[in-house]
């Protein structure tokens, strides 16, 4: 009796230790497949950001195309039209026509600055062409000529290295969205735009001394307008993040980053036309 119950106790042994295995497996395969699942639906819906985005950019590209093509090529040949009527009717001596020419000249050509605004604004062709630094630049500018604001831009290297495609135009579209939304809602009359890299992230902040807002209560109060999503939706494709913080002397800031891409994803800087060449002495 004693070595049936010895054997029965190692029987009984043996088989909850092959149960406890069997259900520590199950639960590890389950977890295994759960993480997959998860992954596969993140990859997924990244893949359908990453489209709809894509999308806008080329959509984008359409409407400057044929803003450029078609309404730009219109406004250029009234332009000439109203060149010609004008030295017609400056033959006559008649003042008030003429006024009424110079003034109708004058708006075609605003109309023409104007669709050339868009048209940029639509496509950063500088982006492309110069890189992040020059792009931001020529964006502050063209600001800076509308509005009295007083916009500032520092970064922390005067050669900024080429990114990727995707990462420069992702860092563009959110500093322009942060500074836009701060000339709409933050009434404020400073902007301070920082850029920053290392061998392992690509900085940008946006500061400005408006009203501020709290950030945890627009997430707590789902408050968060589509300029928000949207530039947590563009940063999720690249693994980026972004921070929003209230500095000590009022207005707001927000911080994103974003890893840096492999150099075989860069693409080479081409020649600045108002940039010389440094020469090593």
């Not at 106790?9 to 389950?30: D, E, H, N, P, T």
């Not at 050509?109 to 669709?115: A, D, F, N, P």
């Not at 290295?161 to 579209?173: A, F, H, I």
């Not at 929003?244 to 707001?252: D, Q, T, V």
């Amino acid at each position: 009796m004693k070595w049936v119950l010895l054997i029965a106790s190692l029987a009984m042994i043996l088989m909850s230790f092959f149960v406890i295995l069997f259900i520590m497996y199950y639960q590890k395969r389950r977890f295994e497949e759960e993480k997959k699942l998860n992954d596969i639906e993140k990859n997924y819906n990244r893949l359908l950001l990453d489209t709809a985005l894509n999308s806008e950019e080329t959509e984008r590209r359409r409407i400057a195309q044929d803003l450029h093509d078609d309404i730009g090529t219109m406004l250029s040949l009234t332009k000439l039209s109203l060149n010609q009527l004008n030295k017609m009717i400056s033959k006559n001596g008649d003042e008030k026509e003429e006024s009424i020419m110079k003034k109708s000249q004058s708006l075609v050509e605003e109309t023409i600055l104007h669709v050339r605004r868009i048209t940029r604004d639509l496509v950063p062709t500088t982006l492309e062409r110069f890189g992040l630094l020059e792009a931001i630049e020529e964006f502050i500018d063209k600001l800076e000529e509308d509005n009295s604001l007083i916009i500032s831009f520092h970064a922390n290297t005067e050669e900024f290295p080429r990114q990727g495609q995707k990462l420069e135009l992702t860092l563009y579209r959110i500093m322009q969205e942060l500074v836009n939304n701060a000339i709409k809602h933050a009434s404020c009359s400073k902007i301070e735009i920082v850029l920053e890299t290392n061998d392992r992230f690509v900085s940008l902040r946006v500061t400005d001394n408006g009203v501020g807002f709290d950030p945890e209560k627009i997430k707590e109060n789902n408050l968060a307008g589509l300029g928000l999503l949207g530039i947590e939706s563009r940063l999720a494709i690249v693994n980026g993040t972004v921070q929003y913080e209230k500095p000590l002397k009022g207005g707001s800031s927000a911080l994103a980053q974003i890893p840096v891409m492999p150099l075989s994803e860069n693409k080479p800087e081409p020649l600045h036309p108002f940039r010389r060449e440094r020469v090593n002495i």
